[in-house]
């Protein structure tokens, strides 16, 4: 059990695959002009991972070795296109406002890459928690993305007004433009929190080896 | 021929890929460092880009509208475009070295751009004729050219720069997106 | 990570059996893939369905002000009638927006004036394209009105545009008056039918 969650905080937090590993750009870029549709754009590509993980794992002996990225692949593409079909089924204007950007999770690279690095070597119980973990991290970021973008962009919270009528909207935070500048903005804070991590760390090492040494030091007089 | 051309304006700078529609970022951020490297990866998007606009546009029409398997096109474009990619491989290296040896290295790397992929859905969403889906195939990765390449000479000057330490690499790169992005979107009113 | 499968594999001078397995076993996992698919397609088949009418229904029943309209749908162009026969038509019309396609509905009343205008599906961007749906006053500007319309951006004085939505603005303003050409192609039509 305990296994299982720190499999979960390495994918939402420590190796975030959209903040950290940095993959997936293009649906994180496109999809995050509001929370609603960023978090549609996450529950989706996080059912695919899940299931891709999934039947690639159980699959992992039969696929040949040297066709195995078309095998991947394929499987992938059937599970977008069953999401695709489900959400044109039951979730009508979510499927219709993504628009394009539902095919394209094949191409998504955050779910090809746990397919060669992790289902691909790993048993069926473990898969499916990666790609769970996966999933909401890519989510967590779309989401963080969209708050700010929507928030800053249209004065709105998941359609909510939080900021007052009299806020001016700063429409480039929609734009094409403010997601660059909003995503380069986001993982500078990771990378500082990363950095501050790092940096307190090893002070602590550095603290911990010096420590010795002193009462070393001043235990070497009285001998 | 007027037709066209305005559809070849619109996906080089109206609608470019990177810029207005966001796809094919990955290459776009991943395989910008050195503008030549930049120029290489587009022009081999180009080239399949191209090539994979005119098949999948006969796959559509010949094999999956007749037997109603329109659905299943998500599949078929990937499988036709990854198949493509092996195939325009195989063939340089035994038929055109020169052009294979700049090309190669890219070449793997195109089946995963969403470019590829979105091109190709693009081209049936819109109900393009075969020479229309060509020229669009076409014109739009020559947009994504455009804006890599444009983009590594920036990064190329970029790497002279001492950014704080939390914006080094990732995050100033983006930045710096975000800047000609926003040069890009003059183009976007543009109706023609 | 995907060059590694375009890797030279060096293979034995017999090489064609195991190669025709490994072609066997993909080809069988492509069947799979495509049962699956073909299965989902199946069952949400007449839910999707189901959806597109009814967003269509709502839209006419919305423009036309009856709770249970009743219309018969011809390839687009749809007839409404009530108890005491037609009393309008609607047209269904796409045109490209920023984001990709958007579809409306535009209901005209007997006489070919528009009576409302309705988005039934788009993909604009939330807060910037997408109020020309949020915004009802601007959907409003076409009501009671018929012919070619321009918009005041383009230099006409029919409609306002939305500021910062124009392509949107635009988009909607061309998917009306194809809809209207729809419309007065088939009046032209079946009168010219009533007279023989």
Not at chain 3, 80 to 94: F, H
Request: charged share 15%; net charge positive.
């Amino acid at each position: 059990m305990n296994k299982f969650l720190k499999q979960m905080k390495e994918g939402i937090l420590d190796q975030n695959p959209t903040l950290v590993q940095l993959l997936g750009m293009c649906p994180t870029l496109a999809t995050t002009t509001s929370v609603e549709n960023a978090f549609g754009m996450g529950m989706a590509a996080t059912v695919v991972l899940i299931f891709s993980n999934i039947f690639i794992s159980l699959l992992r002996k039969f696929i040949p070795k040297q066709v195995r990225i078309a095998a991947y692949i394929v499987i992938i593409s059937g599970f977008v296109t069953a999401v695709e079909l489900l959400m044109q089924a039951y979730f009508y204007s979510l499927y219709q406002s993504l628009g394009l950007f539902i095919p394209l999770i094949v191409v998504n690279c955050i779910i090809l890459a746990r397919a060669e690095a992790f289902a691909s070597k790993n048993p069926v119980l473990p898969s499916a928690v990666d790609g769970l973990a996966m999933g909401l991290g890519f989510t967590f970021a779309l989401v963080i993305l969209g708050s700010v973008r929507e928030i800053l962009g249209n004065g709105t919270w998941l359609g909510l007004r939080v900021l007052p009528e009299s806020y001016p909207n700063m429409v480039i935070f929609l734009l094409p433009a403010g997601a660059f500048l909003t995503l380069g903005c986001v993982i500078a804070a990771v990378q500082k929190i990363r950095n501050t991590v790092e940096d307190r760390a090893r002070l602590k090492e550095a603290m911990a080896k010096k420590a010795p040494a002193e009462t070393k030091a001043k235990e070497d007089p009285a001998q | 021929m007027m037709n066209i051309l305005l559809l070849m304006f619109t996906a080089i700078l109206v609608e470019n890929f990177i810029f207005a529609k966001f796809y094919g970022c990955c290459p776009f951020l991943g395989v910008s460092e050195k503008p030549d490297t930049a120029l290489g990866m587009g022009m081999a998007v180009t080239f399949v880009m191209t090539v994979s606009g005119g098949v999948t546009w006969f796959v559509y029409r010949f094999l999956l509208e007749p037997f109603h398997l329109e659905y299943l096109k998500t599949v078929a474009f990937i499988l036709v475009i990854a198949a493509l990619v092996q195939f325009i491989e195989m063939f340089l290296r035994r038929f055109v070295p020169a052009l294979y040896s700049a090309l190669g290295i890219y070449l793997p790397l195109i089946t995963t751009n969403c470019a590829v992929l979105s091109s190709a859905l693009l081209i049936v969403q819109n109900n393009y004729n075969f020479i229309e889906a060509v020229a669009f195939g076409f014109s739009a990765a020559l947009g994504f050219t455009l804006a890599i390449t444009v983009f590594a000479g920036l990064r190329a000057r970029m790497n002279a720069a001492d950014p704080p330490r939390a914006f080094k690499g990732f995050p100033l790169t983006l930045i710096a997106a975000g800047l000609l992005a926003m040069a890009f979107s003059c183009f976007s009113g543009v109706h023609l | 990570m995907t060059a590694t499968t375009n890797a030279p594999q060096k293979k034995p001078q017999a090489a064609w059996i195991p190669a025709l397995m490994i072609g066997l076993r993909l080809l069988l996992i492509c069947a799979v893939v495509a049962g699956i698919i073909s299965f989902v397609y199946a069952v949400t088949k007449p839910k999707a369905e189901a959806n597109l009418r009814e967003t269509k229904r709502i839209a006419i029943s919305d423009i036309f002000g009856m709770e249970n309209p009743d219309f018969d749908e011809d390839n687009g162009f749809y007839t409404v009638r009530d108890a005491s026969g037609t009393v309008g038509y609607c047209v269904e019309s796409t045109a490209a927006g920023f984001g990709g396609d958007l579809t409306l509905m535009v209901g005209y009343s007997a006489d070919g004036t528009i009576r409302g205008v309705r988005i039934v599906s788009h993909s604009e961007t939330p807060g910037l394209g997408a109020r020309v749906k949020d915004d009802p006053a601007h959907l409003g500007q076409y009501t009671g009105k018929s012919g070619t319309l321009k918009l005041n951006k383009d230099g006409g004085t029919d409609v306002d545009a939305i500021s910062g939505a124009t392509i949107s603005s635009r988009a909607v303003n061309q998917a009306v008056n194809q809809a209207t050409d729809v419309l007065t192609k088939r009046l032209a039509a079946t009168s010219g039918g009533d007279a023989q």
